[in-house]
């Protein structure tokens, strides 16, 4: 996992104590994950019994935050030292091709005085 620690991230539009100086532009990051075969497999095993499909859950996951990460990446470009309005989306592209997209609002914040 990349540092994501020099940057506020928030899925609501504005950090508390902190006044937005400068609005830099929508940003997003995206990544399209796919099952291999012995994820499919374990992944059928489980959904037979019914229940939280974990092989799948723990890919997700994993897609959310190289997401995030490319966000942050595209934010961090643009000078932002924050991301706000941040809002994940998930869709399946092809049979077990899911693509996961994280988008928000790059902007300069600064401590209120």
Known sequence: MKNMEDI?????PSIPGHRIK???GIVHGMTARTR???????????SAFG?????FTRELEKAKQEALERMVE???RLGANAVIGIDFETTEVF????????HGTAVEVEPET
């Open 95 to 102: 049979e077990s091709v899911v693509l996961v997209s994280a």
């Open 51 to 55: 229940g939280e499909v974990s092989t």
């Open 8 to 12: 506020i991230l928030t899925t609501t």
């Open 74 to 76: 595209e934010a961090r």
């Open 22 to 24: 400068k609005v830099l």
């Open 36 to 46: 291999g075969v012995g994820g499919k497999f374990l992944a059928s095993i489980q």
